[in-house]
């Protein structure tokens, strides 16, 4: 279920991204709302899938930002390596924890996707202006994965439905004079 649950958040965090958020710059930066994604995935499947979806997160940003093939891919399936490691080494739970681990995937997988991609166009004062731009992105990133993470909290109190429940009925028949 959890699968299904982020295909769906995957797929209107999609849209919102290429609908909403070009409109919705502050600052000239914007949030990366498919990273988002791949933070809930992080935090929600504790398990190797969490690296489908990095090369998911990643082909969909080489596809969106004609970027040279393989650089989302690897970058992506890297850094959520690094990142897997770290929350399994700290048990990482708390929202303050999830808010700066989102800050800092954010933060240096923008850097390094811009540095990637236009490697013959940078210079030193391109470096600090593009440092000042990955902090905003990486900022706005976080406040929008910690507003998510906040909603789907109070949503999951609200609702009496547990959606890592299976929906197959695994009741086992137990006689009682079989003992």
């Not at 609908?19 to 930066?29: H, I, K, L, Q, R």
């Not at 082909?59 to 989302?72: K, N």
Request: with cysteine; glycine share 6%.
């Amino acid at each position: 279920m959890k699968l299904f649950s982020l295909l769906i958040l995957c797929y209107i965090l999609l849209i919102i991204q290429i609908s909403v958020v070009p409109e919705a710059t502050v600052a000239g930066s914007r949030p990366h709302l498919i990273l988002v994604m791949l933070c809930f995935a992080l935090f929600w499947s504790r398990d190797a899938t969490v690296f489908l979806w990095g090369i998911l997160a990643g082909l969909i940003y080489e596809t969106f930002d004609s970027a040279i093939p393989g650089t989302g891919v690897l970058l992506l399936t890297s850094l959520v390596w690094v990142a897997f490691r770290v929350q399994l080494h700290f048990q990482i739970r708390s929202l303050i924890s999830r808010f700066m681990l989102i800050l800092v995937l954010a933060f240096v997988f923008d850097g390094l996707f811009h540095i990637l991609n236009h490697l013959e166009a940078i210079r030193l004062l391109d470096l600090t202006s593009l440092a000042q731009h990955a902090a905003g992105n990486a900022l706005y990133t976080a406040v929008a994965g910690l507003g998510l993470l906040v909603s789907f909290k109070i949503i999951s109190r609200l609702v009496p439905i547990e959606f890592g429940q299976s929906l197959r009925n695994e009741s086992v028949y137990e006689s009682r004079f079989s003992h």
